[in-house]
């Protein structure tokens, strides 16, 4: 058992969650920067007929092409090397076999790259919903944890698949995102067993580890791929996410009642603020997988939608600067991969200590009743939408200064931290009970925006300021118009669907609570009390209905 002056288990599993939202994180962005290394580039390149140098592209005229080679020198300095400083065993297994190891890299154009970078979200929506349903069933250690080491393990496979064809790379891309989708819904069904109403904000911050995953992991994959190679980056990664799973397995538990470790007090506390008896725990337990989900009410539910709304806005601004950051940063601002690596990173850095600071002020606002929750999730709905299409449309207008477009990219994506205050928090509110599945609904479409983006940037291209520019003012609209309805529409209050189905067990815990305060083992004989149970009986008191529920559990009292 936990010592009470030690680390409570609250605080042990937000850390683990934090850092297994890094590793969810991790899988999904660790080729965004790899590809900048692996495809071929020239000296200079061509969009159209105009020949254009990495200095943001400023086009070259015939006059020029003959001047001295030292703008071009410099220029060149900034881009990064392909040569290796340690060989990979893929490269060195190419070569024992006589295959070309492709060290120029790879020739693929920007449709293939842009199918490459968004195959992890193609099938990335269909695990959405059954992430929630098998965390209900199963429970969350097991799908999260799963979900994010065979997530892991698969990059192992991804540099061999890369020198094999882009098309099996692509393959392995969706299969990650089909496995990494469980994660996501099957935390929020957690955060329902473990966290009280008014910590929820501060607790989703832990979502949040996403942020840290790629502020830290964009760099450091930069300067393994400069001081080895960028298959390196793929290692690193199932390597990491296997130490993390063997943690998960050891130190975290799907509630209170079963963890070994917990102090009564802190137990006691966590199922008081949940309205959780010792009884009811149990109970709700045993009946979890036989329970019904309301879907009808909950797929009619303005506010879920409204919510969603939002989500697909956020995710759409989000995954367009998550993803295309190396790839803008090096095309558009000529930066090698190691800044490349660090400007894409810095932004979520910001982004999760402005969540973590939002989220203080949330809880604090809910706390002294000087907001309601509803008023709370609308602010951070305006933050994390509205105010973050500001921010992105300056940046669509940054052109070629190179300063103003890291201010603006890194304001965007701090802002959209408030998420963890707004819609996200949104959904435990409207239904603890079934947090998991609406997370899931709204990440089933939501995510969308995953693999659409990318596209979009392959069709219009990524090499101009121009083509940048028309990628960001979508990404600033979807923004602005998603944070606007969420700001009208927005309702975060509960539900009446979340209490679906369970008048039984509820009419139950409140007679074993009248029991225990009159001290009646056979509980209250007023003749009200049953005709609010609602229960037929016979003359003798006895229940007519055996397959009545509340009839069932009186009868069993």
Known sequence: MAKEGGISARTTLWYLVFVGFAVNYMIRINTNITIVAMIKQSETE?????KVDYACYVTLNDSEKSEDTSTLNQGLSLLRSRESKIISPEQLLLMFLKLDPQRE????NDYQQGLVLGAFYWLHWITQIPGGILARRYGTKLVFGA????????????????????RVLVI?????????????PAMHHMAG???????????VTAYLGSSIGVALNFPLFGYIISWSSWEYVYHFCGVFGTVWYVAWLYLVYDSPAEHPRIHPNERKFIESSLGISDHSANHQQQNSRDERTPWKAILLSKPMWITVIAQWG???????LMTQAPTYFN????????????????????????????????DRLLKRELMSRTG???????????????FVFALAYSGCNSLMAIIFLTLATAVHGAVSTGPLASLVDMSPRYAGILLGVSGMITVIPGFISPIIVGMLGNHTVEQWRIIFLISSAMLIVCGLLYMVFADSTLQPWNSYDDTADADFDELEGLKEATGNPEGPKDPAYRMYLDVPQDSNGKHEEAGHPRAERLSSV
């Open 172 to 184: 392995l891309r969706v299969l990650q995102g089909l496995i990494c989708g469980l994660a996501w």
């Open 314 to 320: 956020g995710i759409w601004g989000l995954f367009t």
């Open 105 to 108: 890299g790879f020739d693929w």
């Open 147 to 166: 979900s994010n080491v065979i997530g892991c393990w698969l990059c192992f496979l991804m540099p061999i698949a890369s020198y094999w064809d882009y």
């Open 46 to 50: 061509f969009v159209g007929n105009t």
């Open 331 to 362: 095309n558009v601002h000529g930066w090698n991969i190691e800044m490349t690596g660090l400007l894409s990173g810095i932004p979520h850095l910001c982004r999760m200590l402005f969540a973590y600071c939002f989220s203080l002020l949330g």
């Open 193 to 203: 067993q473990w966290i009280p109403p008014n910590e929820r904000s501060k607790f």
């Open 376 to 390: 709370v999730r609308k602010m951070g709905g305006t933050m994390c939408c509205v105010v973050n299409g500001l």
